[in-house]
């Protein structure tokens, strides 16, 4: 299966791919990135089946790739092991006519499953295109919070909320935001372009990776308190953001 997904609502994409993620029962998650990685070494780790006949899902994300190489990663994948998923990711727009989306919908109009002399290969294909983002104030809101910076945080988030954000989506990006923040204090791999990591890199300058990993623990236990009725949802945002700004 190639879930292939595309535009430029980054948060939205990643959402998507936490749903396939969680959907299916993989065994074994591997994360590409088509800038970084040659189509032969691509190839081969998504034609060779586990060994133990694991579920696979290869993540490949592409930022800045050309079409015509991405093109070529599409066609590759319609070669990849029963037991491997692709989740092919490109944070860009395309048009409607553009020859990738043309092999994508030539490969989600096949018959489910086809057989070669290495068995029988699932090349069925579904194409995800998340709504671009009308309220773009939301992401300035969850920087200025990381940021540090309380009057425009609290600014931004009486106008987001007056715009009709909803105040779980705000928390769930709160969370989200931090994740990354822990992934650039370890300077760990990932696939977002060079100036987000820069500023993850300055935002993440603001905290000790022991305060983030308690401001972990402090918003998984109030998400619980939340959900038990412990504590009102109307001020659940409030008290994390106040927990972020204030001091180790």
Same mark, same amino acid.
């Given at each position: 299966?190639?879930? /292939?997904?595309?535009?430029? +609502? #980054?948060?939205?994409?990643?959402e998507?791919? #936490?749903? %396939?993620?969680?959907?299916?029962?993989y065994?074994e998650?591997i994360?590409?990135s088509?800038?970084?990685?040659?189509?032969?070494?691509f190839?081969?780790?998504?034609?060779?089946?586990?060994?133990f006949?694991?579920? $696979?899902?290869v $993540?490949?994300?592409?930022?800045?790739?050309?079409?015509?190489?991405?093109?070529?990663y599409v066609?590759v994948? *319609?070669?990849?092991s029963?037991?491997?998923?692709?989740?092919?990711?490109l944070?860009?727009?395309?048009?409607?006519?553009?020859?990738?989306?043309?092999? $994508?919908?030539a !490969?989600?109009?096949?018959?489910?499953?086809?057989?070669?002399?290495?068995?029988t $290969?699932?090349?069925?294909?579904?194409?995800i295109k998340?709504?671009e983002?009308?309220?773009?104030? @939301?992401?300035?809101?969850? #920087?200025? !919070?990381?940021?540090? +910076?309380?009057?425009?945080?609290?600014?931004?988030?009486?106008? @987001?909320?007056?715009?009709?954000?909803?105040? /779980? *989506?705000?928390h769930s990006l709160?969370?989200y935001?931090?994740?990354?923040?822990?992934?650039?204090?370890?300077?760990?791999?990932?696939? !977002?372009?060079?100036?987000?990591? *820069?500023?993850?890199?300055?935002?993440?300058?603001n905290?000790?990776?022991?305060?983030l990993l308690e401001?972990?623990?402090? @918003?998984?236990h109030?998400? %619980?308190e939340?959900?038990?009725?412990?504590?009102?949802?109307?001020?659940?945002?409030?008290? %994390?953001?106040?927990?972020?700004?204030?001091?180790?």
């Amino acid at each position: 299966m190639i879930f /292939f997904l595309y535009g430029k +609502n #980054d948060i939205k994409i990643r959402e998507e791919i #936490d749903k %396939i993620k969680s959907s299916q029962n993989y065994n074994e998650v591997i994360r590409l990135s088509a800038e970084e990685i040659e189509i032969d070494k691509f190839a081969e780790s998504i034609t060779n089946p586990s060994l133990f006949g694991h579920k $696979i899902l290869v $993540i490949l994300e592409s930022y800045a790739g050309k079409n015509e190489d991405l093109l070529t990663y599409v066609k590759v994948s *319609r070669k990849a092991s029963p037991k491997t998923d692709i989740a092919m990711a490109l944070h860009k727009d395309l048009r409607e006519n553009s020859k990738i989306l043309k092999e $994508i919908k030539a !490969v989600k109009s096949e018959k489910p499953e086809f057989t070669t002399r290495s068995g029988t $290969i699932s090349a069925r294909a579904k194409i995800i295109k998340p709504k671009e983002e009308k309220n773009s104030k @939301i992401f300035d809101f969850i #920087d200025s !919070v990381y940021s540090k +910076n309380r009057a425009r945080s609290y600014s931004l988030l009486e106008e @987001i909320s007056g715009d009709g954000e909803e105040i /779980f *989506r705000i928390h769930s990006l709160l969370m989200y935001q931090l994740r990354n923040l822990l992934r650039a204090k370890h300077s760990a791999k990932t696939t !977002v372009p060079p100036f987000v990591k *820069r500023k993850l890199a300055r935002q993440a300058g603001n905290f000790s990776e022991k305060r983030l990993l308690e401001l972990c623990s402090f @918003i998984y236990h109030k998400d %619980i308190e939340m959900k038990t009725g412990k504590i009102p949802h109307n001020i659940l945002n409030t008290v %994390i953001i106040e927990e972020i700004l204030g001091e180790e």
